[in-house]
């Protein structure tokens, strides 16, 4: 299966590095732990992702350009109900399913489909028309829908948690040895998957 070489593609390039980087924390661990300084970067992006985290109100926008606004909607609702009505085989579309959806079945989900499109373009139509000339109609069902919800704290994931850089840093020598006997064991645990992989 494609996905499974992938898988086991990437499984066999993480172990590859994890090697490397055993093979470094027993030969030259000092370079190493100037590259990860050097790479390691914390970036904050509260102060860029607050701006999105703000209410914007369109209601001014909306009720000043109600007419053309309520006339496109209404327009859309009805060119989807009439290619329905008058350009909309349901012989097409038992025909696009599987011999299989119809012996399980499943040849009520074209009905199902259409009474959903139907009932959500009607109620669409609807919406438009009032939006056109009557958009004060709809004030009632704008407050209630309109309230603004705080999002949960991201203060906990803004930090660094588990950092293993103490770690391998007061023992390069033994998390050395750890990542290439396991990384090791592992390739060679993978190398018959490997083979009948490079076999075909």
Known sequence: MPWAEALLLALIVGLALALVVGVLLLARPQALFALNSRMSRWVDTRATLGILDQPHSLERFFYRHHRPMGILIAMGAAYVLWRWAFDYQRSEVLAMLSRRWLASGLDWVPA??????????????????????????????????NHWQDGPATTPFDSVVGSLDGAFEGHPRVSGLLLVVTACWCLLALAPFMAGVLAR
């Open 112 to 145: 199902a489909l259409e009474a959903t499109v139907v009932a959500l373009h009607g109620a669409i139509l609807i919406v438009g028309l009032l939006v056109a000339f009557r958009p004060s109609l709809l004030k009632g069902v704008e407050r209630a829908a």
